[in-house]
T-cell receptor
């Protein structure tokens, strides 16, 4: 398997623009997570899905953020409108609950810069 | 306060041992993990320990768990420049059904 795939790897946009981040989890993994990493706040869990259903979105900072998982192999995180404080690295991760431990497999991340 | 706490930075000389510390608050934690994040990459599981263990050794890595004090440590022997990374401590309650909680990560800087 190629691992968790994220696109784009880098995104530079201007304040007010819509940003869409994409993720393809590892095939067979039932859980999908979106994280945000910044120097100030470290690694924050934004939302996670189980079997394509959002389970906990309490980490989503504002209504400007939304996430969807239309099928088992694809998820998006959308920011509309984007603001400079959204600049961060966004990670997608997936896991398989059948394993003995809760190992999460992370993608390479999308580095978002909002000017 | 945070559920999992770590110091933010650690600087060591190449060849020395590194010890990264972590404290957690959930006494029901079943699994404790160390993840490694290399520059420009995502996190990757490095090692883990079950809560009924005190120690786990894997080549240059030694994990120590003090359940009474809720303290976890990762020791890297003979630290190399390739060990420079961010190390995250994480805990979870049960296998497969409880979402891990991550610390903020400790940046390990190895200098010659």
């Amino acid at each position: 398997d190629a691992g968790v795939i994220q696109s784009p790897r880098h995104e530079v946009t201007e304040m007010g623009q819509e940003v869409t981040l994409r993720c393809k989890p590892i095939s067979g993994h039932d859980y999908l997570f979106w994280y945000r990493q910044t120097m100030m706040r470290g690694l924050e869990l934004l939302i996670y899905f189980n079997n394509n259903v959002p389970i906990d979105d309490s980490g989503m900072p504002e209504d400007r953020f939304s996430a969807k998982m239309p099928n088992a192999s694809f998820s998006t995180l959308k920011i509309q409108p984007s603001e400079p404080r959204d600049s961060a690295v966004y990670f997608c991760a997936s896991s398989f609950p059948g394993r003995a431990i809760d190992e999460q497999f992370f993608g390479p991340g999308t580095r978002l810069t909002v000017l | 306060g945070e559920d999992v706490e770590q110091s933010l930075f650690l600087s060591v000389r190449e060849g020395d041992s590194s010890v990264i510390n972590c404290t957690y608050t959930d006494s029901s934690s079943t699994y404790l993990y160390w993840y490694k994040q290399e520059p420009g990459a995502g996190l990757q599981l490095l090692t883990y320990i079950f809560s009924n263990m005190d120690m786990k050794q894997d080549q240059r890595l030694t994990v120590l768990l003090n359940k009474k004090d809720k303290h976890l440590s990762l020791r890297i022997a003979d630290t190399q420049t390739g060990d420079s990374a961010i190390y995250f401590c994480a805990e979870s309650r049960t296998g497969g059904s409880y979402i891990p909680t991550f610390g903020r990560g400790t940046s390990l800087i190895v200098h010659p």
